[in-house]
């Protein structure tokens, strides 16, 4: 019983609620955390400095729409900008050239034009040799025969046209030709550029009619002391000015038919009048063919460009 009564008193006194000390403020006793709750209130604090709110106001189509129209004028801008600075500079390129294609096919013009003419005297002079050596005395011979015989078979590079093509030949290794926006002066080019292949084969073959059977005829028949006697006179200018000047003038230098007692002049005409229709050949096809080629790509460069006061074609 003494047992039974003594665990009851432990009971009551464990139940009965425990009296703070008067000393201790109740207000500031904190009641105790668990270190669960100091763990998710370190991260709850973590997350509010570190994550802010990324959430916008959504944004109006009208602003999208402006944003893109200013990107897409930028873009176009720049692009026009270069298409405008790219075109300015092909421009300048473009009339560069022409002004010195121009110049280049001016200068020829006046050339081929001089070389057309004397060709025709040439012509002349072989006509007058077919007759002399066909039925003439070849031991008497009068002052004109050996300015003829000189001009008409021993000249020869005097009558050869070299046209001239370095501007034609940058245009079109460069790849430059293309710059010329008009066809039918890109055909002009091409023509011309034909007219010229045409022309280095004609003088080719006319030099070859020259090395023989003109050279080893002028070697076994032609008196160069006669020739040499009239250059004396005059070593600057070329020999046609000089034989010119001396059918102009009083002067009469004598020459003779070397080795006549072996001309032949059948053979001797005949050789003569080949010759002629060689130079005819050239003159009437390749070289009339560059002169009119020239001639209109001249037109259509005045015509399409503008060129320098006093780029005036040569007639």
Not at 60 to 72: A, P, Q, S, T, V
Not at 126 to 141: A, I, R
Request: hydrophobic share 35%.
């Amino acid at each position: 019983m003494a047992e039974d009564e003594n665990s009851k008193s432990e009971e009551t006194a464990s139940n009965s609620p425990q009296k703070v000390p008067e000393s201790i403020d109740s207000s500031q006793v904190q009641p105790k955390k668990s270190p669960a709750t100091d763990s998710q209130t370190s991260i709850e604090n973590m997350e509010v400095h570190h994550h802010p709110d990324i959430h916008h106001k959504r944004r109006k189509f009208r602003e999208y729409f402006f944003e893109f129209i200013m990107i897409f004028l930028a873009v176009t801008m720049g692009f026009l900008a270069d298409s405008i600075r790219e075109h300015i500079t092909e421009t300048k390129r473009e009339n560069g050239f022409a002004k010195a294609l121009y110049a280049e096919l001016n200068d020829d013009s006046a050339v081929a034009a001089n070389k057309f003419a004397i060709r025709l005297e040439k012509g002349k002079d072989l006509d007058y040799l077919h007759t002399f050596f066909t039925d003439s005395s070849l031991t008497s011979l009068p002052r004109k025969f050996y300015p003829a015989f000189t001009n008409g078979l021993y000249l020869i590079n005097t009558y050869a046209f070299e046209p001239k093509d370095g501007i034609l030949s940058q245009l079109r290794n460069s790849g430059s030709q293309g710059y010329f926006k008009n066809m039918d002066l890109q055909k002009l080019l091409g023509d011309i550029s034909v007219c010229i292949n045409n022309l280095r084969y004609r003088n080719e073959q006319e030099y070859q009619y020259f090395a023989s059977p003109l050279k080893p005829f002028l070697l076994k028949y032609f008196d160069f002391n006669w020739l040499d006697l009239l250059r004396k006179k005059d070593t600057s200018s070329s020999a046609l000015d000089v034989i010119n000047a001396y059918r102009l003038s009083d002067r009469n230098i004598e020459g003779k038919i070397l080795n006549i007692s072996s001309f032949d002049r059948i053979e001797a005409s005949n050789m003569v009048l080949c010759y002629k229709q060689i130079l005819m050949s050239t003159q009437t096809l390749q070289l009339n063919n560059y002169i009119l080629t020239n001639h209109k790509i001249l037109q259509a460069l005045r015509e399409n460009y503008e060129l320098e006061n006093g780029m005036e074609e040569r007639q």
